[in-house]
Structures are given as structure tokens and as C-alpha cells.
């Protein structure tokens, strides 16, 4: 096999192990995760039960740790999708038109209980 045909083939097989990578549900991530703070196993063997690397689960863990403080501090962030946003955006049209509605009333009727005084 010559250098050329080598790279192709490395290259061929790296491709198949990046679209077959394995995807861990956030349920999932959180199992591993609280297994490995429970502390019963150490965690290189947590991570070849479940064909994690190691620095795969110390992410997950930060991450885990992060999201709990922020969320014990009362503040949390959720992501809107584009639909919600644009809902929003239109309840808060609808919402400064009324206001303007409201204050053009409320000065026509208080100019009209002026001229009565």
C-alpha cells in the first residue's frame, strides 16, 4: 500500500467514526454524570462502562455544576424558538398599540372634562 492510498483509507475511516459518534441524551449525560459523584466507582471506570472518555465526563460534570448554580441562584435562561419570538414580538405590537390607543383617549377625555369646567 502506498502513502497516498494510507491517507485516503485513515481519512475514509475517520469520516465513518465522526457520523457514527455516538450522541448521549441529556438524560443520559446526567446519569454518568450523578454515577460518578456518588463516588462508588472511580471515574475512568464510570467512563469505560459507558465508552466515555474522561475528559468527555469532566465537561459534563462542569456543566452540570454550572447549570445547578445558576438555576439555585434563581437564574435561569431558556432559549426561545423563532416561533415564540415571533409570537412575542407581535403580543408586544398589539400591546404598544393599545397603550397608544389608551393615551389618546385618556387625553381627548381630559380635555373634554377641562372645556366643562
Known sequence: ???RNTQSATS????I???TRRAFSAEEKIKIV???LRGEDSIASICRKYNVHENLYYK???EF???GKRRLNGDYV???SSD???DLRKLNDNLKDAVADLTVENRILKKSLNGLE
Open 34 to 36: 450523578l454515577e460518578g
Open 78 to 80: 431558556r432559549e426561545a
Open 1 to 3: 500500500m502506498n502513502k
Open 17 to 19: 467514526k465522526r457520523r
Open 60 to 62: 459534563w460534570n462542569k
Open 84 to 86: 415564540e419570538v415571533t
Open 65 to 67: 455544576m454550572e447549570a
Open 12 to 15: 475514509y475511516i475517520k469520516e
